[in-house]
């Protein structure tokens, strides 16, 4: 997805826990279809929401420790970041007007 920051270990403090606005964190692997499914759309809302929202990708196969630390079990899953906190988690793939709904309550 184009915008977005590849999340690792070294990067997350600065750039989810530190981000001065909400942070979309999607957990994701590379052999699941429906995160494949969710990329165009979470990159078009990115786009749409660009300096309101941060959208960040953590692949669960290549960061596993970071991943076992918000219990992700399954894939696709949204983290919800306000403030440096976890604020809301969405689990599966979802219909684009689903995912604008959760891009418009973060920010408001």
Not at 8 to 22: C, G, H, K, L, T
Not at 64 to 91: C, E, M, N, S, Y
């Amino acid at each position: 997805m184009s915008g977005s920051i590849t999340l690792m270990d070294a990067n997350f403090e600065q750039e989810v826990v530190q981000s001065d606005i909400p942070v979309i964190v999607d957990c994701w692997a590379e052999w699941c279809p429906p995160c494949k499914m969710i990329d165009p759309v979470l990159d078009e809302l990115g786009a749409r929401y660009a300096g309101k929202i941060k959208i960040a990708k953590l692949n669960t196969d290549e960061q596993p420790d970071l991943a076992a630390r918000f219990h992700i079990l399954g894939v696709p899953t949204l983290l919800l970041f306000k403030d440096g906190q976890v604020v809301g988690q969405r689990v599966g793939a979802a219909p684009r007007a689903v995912l604008d709904d959760i891009f418009k309550e973060l920010i408001s």
